[in-house]
C-alpha cells in the first residue's frame, strides 16, 4: 500500500503562484512515477504532470507546459507541483497519484490517490 496526501492548495488571484505538496508512505520505491491530475467541477479528471522518481524524468500537459514545474525529494520522499502565472482555467481539485513503472496520461492506470487539494484561481 501507498498512502499519499496532498497540501498546498487555496485560493489566489490570477498570475499567483502556489505549490503544492504531496507526502509519500508507505510500499514505496524508486520504481514508481509519480503524477498529478486535477479536475475541475463537472469535467473528468486530467492529467497534468508526471516524475520518474529513479531518474526525476518530467512531463507536462501542454496547457500548464512552462508555467508548472513538478519535482521529488527523496530524502522527503515528497512530491511537488510547483506552480506559477496561474490562471482561473486552472481551478481544479489536484490529486496526486502514483503508478507503478513509467507514467500514463490516462488516470485509470495510476493504482494510489490522494484525497485532493482544491485550488481555486480568481479572475
Known amino acids: 500500500q501507498v498512502q499519499l496526501v496532498e497540501s498546498g492548495g487555496g485560493l489566489v488571484q490570477a498570475g499567483a503562484s502556489l505549490r503544492l505538496s504531496c507526502a509519500v508512505s508507505?510500499?514505496?520505491?524508486?520504481?514508481?512515477?509519480m503524477g498529478w491530475f486535477r479536475q475541475a467541477p463537472g469535467k473528468e479528471r486530467e492529467f497534468v504532470s508526471a516524475?520518474?522518481?529513479?531518474?526525476?524524468?518530467?512531463t507536462y500537459t501542454a496547457s500548464v507546459k512552462g508555467r508548472f514545474t513538478i519535482s521529488r525529494d527523496s530524502a522527503k520522499n515528497t512530491v511537488y507541483l510547483s506552480m506559477n502565472s496561474l490562471k482561473p482555467e486552472d481551478t481544479a481539485v489536484y490529486y496526486c497519484?502514483?503508478?507503478?513503472?513509467?507514467?500514463?496520461?490516462?488516470?485509470?492506470?495510476?493504482?494510489?490517490w490522494g484525497q485532493g487539494t482544491q485550488v481555486t484561481v480568481s479572475s
Open positions: 497519484a502514483s503508478i507503478w513503472g513509467p507514467p500514463r496520461t490516462q488516470s485509470a492506470n495510476w493504482g494510489y
Open positions: 508507505g510500499r514505496t520505491s524508486v520504481h514508481y512515477s
Open positions: 516524475i520518474t522518481w529513479s531518474t526525476g524524468s518530467a
